[in-house]
């Protein structure tokens, strides 16, 4: 049996004799209950009283109905959450499949451009038609948007059809299909981007491999620079920056209010500096800005990528903190990076976030649902200030996963991976790497491992009706949530990354990073001299 199935059947008596006292008796006309209740009485006489035992009965069928009630409530909530997941996710997959496609036309159009020849395209041609005339299924879109089937693939492989032998061959291949789901929707628009067919053979796309390169089409003019609070040295180099920006660059420049009334104070020099009244204004900044700068460590990144609650601008990370794991610019050579960034093209990293939703048992309509936080390192479920093990349910994909029995649980994104999760005992992972990490923090088992979950999964970590306290949610460290006995916490993988600027690319500042700023692997050198194999 699940566990699911087992605490339901707990909760459901839970919550019954939690939810009995607050019965208005007398309004009912159940006056004669507290006589009834009355501990002189013995239990014999308790258990006879037929009207008392019809009250019982009501009372079961009434908090029954509304467990029913509440229930549906919460699955509607959670719906509705995950549906708005999964459509932003499928609008940008669609968006990226759009663009893949045009590029691919003019690619198309480029080469019969160039190719110059009339004949060998007719040639071509044929033996595509030749390809597809053997089988049953004709066109070249056989399968529909369902997926890429075989024969599709087949003609595109015939492009070098000279020899007939071949193409026998070939045709006598069994066809098959392939096809993408999500939730039961077999569209399967991002199937390109996955895999790709030679001759009907299924091969890996080289794309997730590559470093992505960032190139301007128009000039960038507007600069957020973020900084880290309470520090001498970023608040000068700010000013430094900001001067030189200005002045060299001829770059607009937004910072926080802090800091502009910092910059002010020192110099009213500075009036033409930008920034915003309220949170609305923040909600526009996006649109506004080119290049988003950082000044701190690695809490500055986050904070920076907390600010944007849908799509980032780039992020140029400086290096004024600690350990700087995401901060590879040194502040001394700002002038140069920074004119190197302005001019493009720049090496990137896409920073993968996580979406989480909670979602409230006591919910009563879709209206009470909270907004969705973005984390760039993780979403920590833990006892907080209780004493007792945290009890979770988990689930990816309506699947149940585990029950975590410890102090929490760590649901974080390949960048986060080299952060709390590898304290807990998490593997470091490649920032570009898809995925979400499920790392458990001490749990009270011999037996768990942490697992690394793909990055379409759809993640639920639920506080049981029955659990003996309260948990508590905090994303990327911070805005730390109380998560009640029903409540539940839903996380998918956003669909805005945060982009952040490489010193040389991707591979070369994580394998950095982990080097010196975390000492990965250090050992002594072995010495050459003493017993040998040869
Ligand atoms: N036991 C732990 O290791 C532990 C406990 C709580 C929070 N944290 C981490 O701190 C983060 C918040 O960072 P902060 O700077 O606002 O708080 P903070 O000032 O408490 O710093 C936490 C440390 O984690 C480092 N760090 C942050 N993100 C990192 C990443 N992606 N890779 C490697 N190191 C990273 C920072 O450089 C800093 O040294 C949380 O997201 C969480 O991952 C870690
Ligand atoms: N612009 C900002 N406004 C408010 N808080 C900020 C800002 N930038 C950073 N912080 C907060 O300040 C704290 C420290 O920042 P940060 O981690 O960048 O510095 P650090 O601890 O010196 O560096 P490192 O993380 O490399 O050790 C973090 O909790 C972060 O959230």
Not at 6 to 34: A, C
Not at 151 to 178: C, I, P, W
Not at 434 to 442: D, E, N, R
Request: proline share 5%; net charge negative; charged share 25%.
């Amino acid at each position: 049996m699940y566990p699911e199935e087992s605490t339901s059947q707990m909760v459901s008596d839970d919550r019954m004799t939690r939810d009995l006292p607050s019965f208005p008796l007398e309004e009912s006309g159940f006056s004669n209950m507290s006589s009834s209740l009355n501990p002189a009485r013995g239990d014999h006489e308790f258990f006879e009283d037929p009207p008392t035992r019809a009250l019982d009965e009501h009372l079961v069928e009434f908090s029954e109905a509304l467990r029913t009630v509440a229930k549906a409530l919460r699955q509607v909530a959670e719906g509705k959450a995950s549906a708005q997941a999964e459509a932003a996710i499928w609008k940008r997959k669609y968006e990226l499949e759009k663009e893949r496609n045009s590029s691919l036309k003019h690619q198309e159009a480029t080469k019969i451009f160039h190719s110059g020849s009339r004949e060998e395209e007719t040639e071509n041609l044929r033996n595509k038609s030749l390809v597809h005339d053997s089988s049953p299924e004709k066109s070249v879109h056989c399968c529909g948007k369902d997926g890429i089937c075989s024969h599709e693939t087949l003609g595109d492989g015939a492009a070098d059809a000279n020899s007939n032998k071949q193409r026998r061959m070939v045709t006598r291949k069994a066809s098959f299909r392939l096809a993408w789901g999500c939730n039961g929707d077999n569209s399967g628009q991002h199937k390109h981007e996955v895999v790709s067919f030679e001759k009907g053979n299924i091969t890996t796309a080289g794309r997730s491999s590559k470093q992505i390169l960032l190139k301007w089409e128009s000039q960038p003019q507007t600069v957020l620079i973020l900084a880290k609070p309470n520090s001498n040295s970023v608040r000068s180099l700010c000013a430094e920056m900001v001067r030189w920006l200005k002045d060299e660059k001829k770059i607009n420049v937004f910072v926080e209010p802090r800091v502009k009334i910092e910059l002010l104070t020192e110099s009213s020099d500075f009036n033409f500096v930008q920034t915003w009244k309220n949170d609305e204004e923040i909600k526009d900044l996006h649109s506004k800005v080119d290049l988003v700068v950082t000044l701190g460590g690695d809490g500055t990144v986050l904070w920076a990528a907390s600010m944007f609650k849908g799509p980032i601008p780039p992020v140029i990370p400086f290096s004024l903190g600690s350990l700087g794991f995401m901060t590879p610019f040194q502040s001394e050579n700002y002038q140069e990076y920074l004119d190197a960034v302005l001019k493009g093209p720049m090496s990137i990293t896409l920073r993968h976030r996580l979406q989480c939703h909670v979602i409230r048992d006591a919910a009563k309509d879709e209206i009470e649902t909270e907004e969705p936080i973005l984390v760039l390192n993780e979403v920590t479920i833990d006892r907080g200030m209780s004493s007792y093990l945290t009890y979770l349910e988990c689930y990816c994909d309506s699947s149940f996963v585990t029950c975590v029995q410890g102090d929490g649980l760590i649901l974080s994104t390949t960048s986060g991976s080299t952060a709390y999760s590898l304290a807990a005992g998490g593997s470091m992972v490649h920032p570009q790497v898809p995925g979400i990490l499920f790392t458990p923090i001490c749990p009270h088992s011999l037996s768990f491992r942490p697992l690394i979950l793909p990055e379409y999964a759809t993640l639920r970590v639920q506080v049981p009706l029955n659990s003996r306290g309260q948990a508590w949610a905090s994303f990327d460290g911070k805005d730390r949530k109380q998560l009640a006995p029903g409540d539940a916490l839903i996380c998918t993988m956003a669909p805005w990354p945060v982009p952040t600027a490489c010193q040389v690319d991707s591979t070369n500042d994580f394998l950095r990073s982990i080097n010196e700023g975390l000492h990965w692997n250090l050992r002594k050198i072995q010495s050459f001299d003493g017993p040998r194999d040869f």
